[in-house]
């Protein structure tokens, strides 16, 4: 009932998100050269390059091409020709894509990816989910790794016995949590590499971490890197949803904001059972102070009357805009595709 009473209001939601005249080139740090200059620097002892990205942002190959582009410097190539780019750009070196957390994503739009995605050339992809303690596909890494590197030439590394593999992507999409799961699912062994839920988790290019015994493989874990021009706002709203960029730098509010724009579009209502809601709502204020109110996230506010000084207290819409989003990171507001 909850459900069909929602559907009758989609019409009144939003159709266009108003990003206020916000400028995108203030909430990414740069390029981050000092991680790409020492990436660079590994090149020569690299058998293949393991590229991931969140699975919820379909645009990805966009993000991809501009990732591989500046990471291997051919920035002259024009970016409207998606192909020539892409092919170019990954005869350089053998790749392999990864879809990560495949858990929060709407797997329903899995072929239309893959077709997408091989429609540019990129035949190599796997969805993974790097949390699960068994997860097939990460089980079949090292034998997909092995026919990719063996159907191109090794070069300098022709006499080596054992592969290494590099790891890169933007920020937070699970890197380090790749190599610790092939750790896990082929080594048996614990976590090498550090894990967190924040962006800039990973600093420095670090030594090569065993992942494989059998043929014997290493992985580079690699700092997250943003490409050096985001694409257009939302683009840049996507990224800043899935956790890639400080919160703080885009602001709580907005995120939220987005986050509710978009569960409406793609009406996935879940989040009205979650806060109490009477029914879905696309005024985030609204939203919020329901959260607040539901979490006890309150704060005193002292005012100023014209019979003297009254405390009263108010919904904090900062503390509940952070736990909307942080759901949606979680999955909490169902699986969801971001484009
Ligand atoms: N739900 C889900 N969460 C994941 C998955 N893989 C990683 N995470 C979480 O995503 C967050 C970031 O993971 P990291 O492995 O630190 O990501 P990273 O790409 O190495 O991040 P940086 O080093 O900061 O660039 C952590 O909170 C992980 O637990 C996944 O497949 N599913
Ligand atoms: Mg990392």
């Known amino acids: 009932m909850k459900l069909y009473q929602a559907l009758r209001n989609v019409a009144k939601f939003r159709t266009v998100f108003d990003f206020g005249g916000r400028d995108v080139a203030h909430w990414f740090p740069g390029h981050m050269a000092k991680g790409l200059k020492q990436m660079r620097a590994n090149m020569k002892n690299v058998d293949c390059i393991v590229e991931i990205h969140d699975a919820r942002i379909s645009f990805c190959l966009f993000v991809c091409l501009r990732i591989c582009v500046f990471f291997f410097n051919i920035r002259q190539i024009p970016f409207s020709g998606r192909n020539p780019v892409f092919h170019e750009t990954l005869d350089v070196k053998p790749h392999l894509l990864i879809l990560n957390k495949m858990d929060l994503a709407d797997v329903s739009n899995k072929q239309r990816i ?70 896990r699912t082929n080594l048996k062994k614990g976590r090498a590499s550090r894990v967190g839920g924040e962006p800039g988790i990973t600093r420095a290019v670090l030594t090569k971490i065993q992942v494989c015994e059998r043929p014997i493989m290493y992985l580079l874990d690699t700092p997250g890197v943003l490409p050096p021009k985001i694409e257009s706002v939302e683009t840049g709203m996507k990224l800043a949803l899935c956790g890639t960029i400080l919160d703080h730098l885009v602001g709580e509010d907005i995120i939220a904001d987005y986050l509710l724009y978009s569960l409406n579009r793609q009406e996935k209502f879940s989040y009205v059972e979650k806060y109490n809601l009477e029914k879905p709502s696309d005024d985030i204020q609204q939203v919020l102070k329901r959260i607040a109110v539901k979490l006890g996230k309150t704060q005193r506010v002292k005012a100023i009357t014209g019979v003297g000084n009254i405390t009263i207290t108010l919904p904090n819409y900062t503390a509940a805009a952070y736990d909307f989003i942080r759901a949606f990171r979680k999955g909490e507001l169902g699986r969801v595709m971001l484009d």
């Open 114 to 183: 893959l077709k997408k995605l091989e429609k540019n050339g990129v035949r190599n992809v796997l969805f993974t989910d790097c949390l699960k303690q068994r997860d097939d596909s990460i089980k079949k890494l090292v034998p997909m790794v092995m026919d990719i590197i063996k159907s191109h030439p090794r070069f300098n590394r022709d006499e080596n016995v054992d592969y290494c593999l590099m790891v890169i992507g933007v920020p937070n999409v699970g890197k380090s949590s790749l190599i610790n799961s092939l750790r």
